[in-house]
């Protein structure tokens, strides 16, 4: 069996930091494996072969955490002999480092989260890999763009993490969707045996909090759709397509944006909700139409004025367009006085709020906007509007 020792390179250079390496022998034969883990020669200890303890300064947490992947690594190079081991075949010290770099190109977080990308993009699942995008991205700003092996990700790191997020001001919601992602993928990574489950994720934050209230009384989007904007082109059209919206109970924007010439039949409108295909039946009212013909029919098989050309990046026109009307929506929250950004996703909480403010069933409610269940549509509804619970309790207060 191979043997692993750890083992530091001094400087040539007085006061300068030497070099962590790993010795691999087997068969008599030697090779050497080097890291960038780099230590004061007073930091090493040569008796014990490890990382000196006892020190104090602004280096201790750097030495822990090259104390800490040292043991990964050693760890790591063991399982390797291991395997081959079990194989009962012929293996040389070079098939060990060859392996152990194998593992690292393939197994570091970054590039094992671009095979996944790359794997959902294959199967269709675009928004699924966007979103997976979207938490890499944000992980790697948060690394500084330096990578991480799967087998690395410790409570610490993911503690750091969400540490950075609360320091960025973004909320809970924001670092929970980044970490239920990043989990997801740890998760996949163990289930292949790639990796031993450490349980890094158990001291962050990965539930889901109560959202903010999103919704808008009827009053003020009253005063949105009747805002005179014939001056404002691109204020017009976020206004339409933000009425556009509510009209269409509360439909998503990329639902808007997908809707079919053909989907428009008979009066009424049907179409499959792209994040659950969930098929939904809608009234075509003369508002709706009046939204339509106010702008010249596009070239495209879509009804609605969002993708308006054929052979195209279709999400990326979608993409561009729903990050210009959400700008263009806070500029109109402030000229009707509305405190909170103004997005076209607040026009979906607006419909369900409304609806329920005119007394209907959460079953109407949640079938009205495509839910899967009506307790999807209760944590929409629990943070809506609480003036009616307020009111309750100024009743029963007077009865003091």
Known sequence: ??????????????????????????????????????????????????????????????????????????????????????????????????????????????????SVISSLKQNHKIRTSETYQAALNSFRKFR?????LL??????????????????????????????ILRATYNRAVEQNIIEN????????????KTVKR????????????????????????????MMSFMLRGMSF?????????????????????????KLIIEWTEDMQRVVDKYPENSSDYLLPIIKHRGINERCVYRTAGYRINCNLKKLGGMVGVEMPLTLYVARHS????????GIPVSVISEGMGHDSESTTQIYLASLDTSMVDRANMLILSSL
């Open 254 to 278: 990329i639902d808007m944006a997908y809707l079919r010439k053909s989907d428009l039949a008979h009066g009424y409108v049907s179409y499959r909700r792209r994040k659950t295909g969930q």
């Open 144 to 148: 500084g763009g330096k990578d991480i």
């Open 351 to 358: 419909w369900a709020s409304a609806a329920r403010a005119k």
């Open 151 to 180: 087998d690395c990700i410790t409570s610490e790191v993911m503690e750091s993490f969400e540490a950075w997020h609360r320091k960025k001001g973004n909320t809970q919601n924001t670092f929970s969707f980044y970490a239920r």
């Open 1 to 114: 069996m191979a043997s692993i020792k750890v083992k530091f390179r001094y400087s040539s250079l007085p006061d300068s930091e030497g070099t962590i390496y790993y010795q691999i022998i087997h068969d008599r034969k030697t090779r050497q494996l080097f890291t960038d883990y780099h230590l004061l020669a007073s930091e090493w200890s040569e008796r014990r072969s490890t990382v000196a303890t006892g020190h104090s300064g602004s280096r201790v947490a750097q030495m822990i955490s090259i104390k800490e992947h040292i043991r990964l690594d050693v760890e790591r190079l063991t399982k390797i002999v291991r395997q081959f081991d079990s194989r009962c075949l012929e293996y040389s010290a070079d098939d060990i480092v060859e392996e152990y770099k194998r593992f690292v190109s393939e197994y570091s977080l970054f590039n094992y989260m671009k």
């Open 198 to 209: 450490r349980f890094p994720f158990r001291h962050v934050y990965t539930g889901v909090d």
């Open 215 to 242: 919704a808008l009384p009827l009053n003020i989007i009253k005063r949105i759709k009747s805002l005179n904007l014939k001056y404002s082109p691109s204020l017009d059209y976020a206004r339409d397509m933000f």
